[in-house]
């Protein structure tokens, strides 16, 4: 595995791939690499000769107050995962090279805007945070230009997001989602779940007890989905969560669904101790 931390050599390896007619497929990430991380990859090696995985810790997504500074920075560890998989490029960009001509003070930088999609949901409660995630990613995918790109489905409304901004800005790559990767009792995998206490991790799993129990409610019949969403709130506060957001949408446009759609998601973002905790669970209704 090749590993590279500026644009020049990136390119030169890409190039490569490219002179001998090689696929490319891209996994960009934040590092700390757990199993999640791993099927990306794997989802990746059977649609790609060539699979570059890219480590930044993006701190333009990090909003005040949030956990850039302390967020998990594992790269020798995450190096050998990948190497030991079989990856074959490993780019680990500086800030200085994502962001050549941005002051952190000043914010001063070109931002890449999904109107619409990015105000809502985690974007209301993090203002700024998906333009950053839209712009990082319109970088990588100019400084890899990937064939086909991948992302989990934990992440619903960033993968949302970025569909559209290959739609609306007509990159030449394929977006596939992944799967939600979980542990045996339900909990996403997430490298932030290891800000868990031990008592909180127990609790934790209530999140995809409660989505599961959502679904079965919606199968059942029940409609009313703003009670519903009601009712399934208070339990997790209940448990000591303290609610971001729980809503039934429509998975297209991440509005509140109305009780007369049959193709819906449902998501959730609560905060339990130190850990900022999503996930999500798709229902077709007949």
């Known amino acids: 595995m090749r590993q590279v931390d500026q644009i020049p050599p990136l390119r030169k390896v890409l190039s490569q791939f490219r002179s001998r007619g090689e696929r490319i497929a891209f996994v960009p990430t934040m590092g700390n690499l757990h199993q999640g991380h791993l099927e990306l990859v794997r989802q990746a090696q059977q649609r790609a000769e060539q699979v570059v995985v890219s480590i930044f810790v993006n701190p333009t997504q990090f909003g005040e107050g949030e956990d850039f500074e302390s967020y998990p920075r594992t790269l020798e560890r995450d190096a050998r995962l990948l190497r030991e998989m079989g990856v074959s490029l490993l780019f680990t960009p500086t800030d200085t090279v994502m962001y050549p001509d941005r002051s952190l003070e000043t914010q001063d930088t070109m931002w890449v805007e999904v109107g619409g999609l990015s ?4 974007g209301a409660s993090r203002p700024g945070h998906f333009s950053a995630v839209a712009t990082v990613v319109s970088k990588l995918f100019n400084m890899v230009q990937p064939d086909v790109a991948l992302f989990g489905e934990k992440d619903f409304q960033q993968l ?26 339900g909990l996403a995998m997430s490298s932030r779940n290891q800000y868990l206490k031990a008592t909180e991790r127990k609790r934790a799993t209530e999140i995809y007890r409660l989505l599961q129990w959502m679904e079965q409610q919606l199968e059942s019949g029940e ?12 339990r997790l ?20 669904a109305d009780h007369g759609e049959n193709e819906l998601v449902i998501l959730v973002a609560a905060s339990l101790g ?7 669970c798709r229902v077709s209704l007949r």
């Open 237 to 256: 506060q209940q448990s000591d969560f303290v609610l971001d957001y729980l809503q039934i949408c429509n998975p297209q446009t991440l509005q509140q």
């Open 119 to 122: 105000e809502v949901l985690c």
């Open 160 to 185: 949302l997001v970025i569909h559209h901004l290959v739609k609306a800005l007509d990159f030449p790559v394929e977006i596939v989602g992944v799967p939600i990767f979980r542990e045996q009792d």
């Open 274 to 280: 130190a850990a900022r905790l999503i996930d999500n």
């Open 223 to 234: 409609r009313d989905f703003r009670g519903l969403e009601l009712s399934a709130g208070k």
